[in-house]
């Protein structure tokens, strides 16, 4: 397995650049800038709250 951070996934509605994506080594040896979706494996995207606003209470 190869994990790569922010790559370009192609899907069929365009492209998406998770986080992080794992994929399988060997498609990772032939991948380019873009991978193609059925050779990603899990992909991650890191979500956070919003820092909170000086005046909150």
Do not use: Q, Y
């Amino acid at each position: 397995m190869e994990v790569l951070e922010a790559v370009n996934v192609a899907v069929p509605d365009g492209l998406l650049i998770p986080d992080i994506a794992v994929m399988d080594a060997a498609a990772s040896g032939e991948a380019g800038l873009t991978i193609h979706a059925d050779d990603v494996l899990i992909v991650i995207e890191i979500a956070s709250p919003p820092p909170a606003s000086p005046t909150a209470r």
